[in-house]
């Protein structure tokens, strides 16, 4: 019988990832979500019967016992960027990491990566990076042998960070960001998923790693190399502070009146916060190279997805050339 891994929020971004590697690695996988109907496509990942996504809330113990029940690794890659009614921070960041390290060790499971982020700090003044820190303590209190990474910006195809403002470069000539010199350490998430099969597979030290990529750059030197990719020319406008934290007032203000029907996907105050700060790895912290990987560089994985937008969509190169038949 192979071996069998449980990866809560295996459906999201970087956790299809590990749900793909660890499928290779001949695992089978039970991939734990609220909505298992929406986590379908993660069967293919796998031969036949070897992918599977179950029914789970982090937030219910029965729930999160049952998906466990014989599992050998456990991966926890469940996150918000907004809390919305039950779903909040602690319930899902800090009670339900620990939640999930409880049982595994009650379950005796051999290994638990946690996924958590830089900044995870627990005098912060943000809600997110606080619920992140009481997180990995409430792992590191349980499972002792836990490993926890901590990305800074994941990019890949499916981001919310490049697609996202690579999508609003059609909307205006005018590109607006908060905190444009703020510096972060963007990381592929293929590269994150490669941590956490290290750390299911016993070969990582437990303890916390930070991950980010061979670049460092402020928010304003990543957005002029995402329109160097899509070919397009922008003005990349930094909104003061003062002026994000009223505008993401008024958007947390549209979620509490509609009742969470309009959930508040544009900015919160909460992301204003960390967006004051630098997201990169801490000097002397433990990371990729503790872990044997070399980490991908954005230049080597931006263009192969962010083609789409750029003016002409993949017929852009072509018209290129195009014009230059003309010239002669
Ligand atoms: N993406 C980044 O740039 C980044 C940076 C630093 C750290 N991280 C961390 O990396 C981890 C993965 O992030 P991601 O970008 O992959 O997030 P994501 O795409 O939003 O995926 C989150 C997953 O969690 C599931 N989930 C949410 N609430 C749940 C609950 N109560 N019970 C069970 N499942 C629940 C979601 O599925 P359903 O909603 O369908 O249940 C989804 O599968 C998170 O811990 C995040 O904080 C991400």
Redesign the pocket.
């Known amino acids: 019988m192979s071996k069998l891994v449980t990866i809560?929020?295996?459906?999201?971004?970087?956790?299809r990832y590990i749900v793909r590697r660890m499928a290779k690695e001949g695992w089978r996988v039970r991939v734990?979500?609220?909505?298992p109907n929406?986590?379908l496509f993660v069967k293919t990942y796998g031969d036949v019967g070897q992918v599977e996504p179950v029914l789970?809330?982090?937030?219910d113990e029965a729930s999160v016992r049952s998906v466990m029940q014989g599992a050998d690794g456990v991966v926890n890659?469940?996150?918000?960027?907004n809390g919305s009614g039950k779903?909040t921070f602690a319930a899902?960041?800090a009670d339900?990491a620990a939640r999930i390290a409880r049982i595994a060790a009650a379950e005796g499971v051999a290994h638990l990566v946690q996924?958590?982020?830089?900044g995870a700090d627990r005098a912060s003044d943000s809600a997110y990076a606080r619920s992140?820190a009481q997180g990995e303590a409430g792992v590191i209190a349980a499972f002792p042998g836990a490993v926890i990474l901590?990305?800074?910006?994941?990019f890949g195809a499916e981001?919310?960070?490049f697609n996202r403002f690579a999508a609003m470069t059609r909307l205006g000539p005018v590109l607006p960001v908060v905190g444009a010199d703020t510096r972060f350490q963007p990381v592929f998430v293929d590269d994150v998923a490669q941590a956490a099969v290290r750390g299911v597979l016993g070969q990582a030290a437990p303890g916390i790693y930070e991950l980010g990529g061979p670049d460092v750059a402020t928010f304003r030197e990543l957005m002029t190399r995402m329109l160097a990719v899509i070919h397009r020319r922008r003005l990349v406008l930094n909104l003061p502070f003062f002026a994000a934290r009223t505008m993401a007032f008024g958007f947390d203000m549209l979620q509490v009146v509609s009742l969470g029907l309009i959930p508040n996907g544009m900015l919160t105050r909460d992301q204003v916060k960390n967006l004051a700060r630098d997201n990169v790895v801490a000097p002397g912290a433990r990371g990729f190279a503790e872990l044997g990987i070399v980490p991908t560089a954005m230049a080597a994985v931006l263009p192969e997805y962010l083609w789409r937008y750029r003016p002409s969509g993949q017929y852009k190169a072509i018209k290129d050339s195009a014009k230059n038949l003309k010239k002669d």
């Open positions: 809560y929020g295996g459906s999201g971004f970087v956790g734990a979500v609220r909505n929406d986590a789970c809330n982090i937030r890659c469940v996150g918000i960027l779903n899902v960041q339900g996924i958590s982020a830089i992140k901590r990305p800074s910006v994941v981001d919310q960070f």
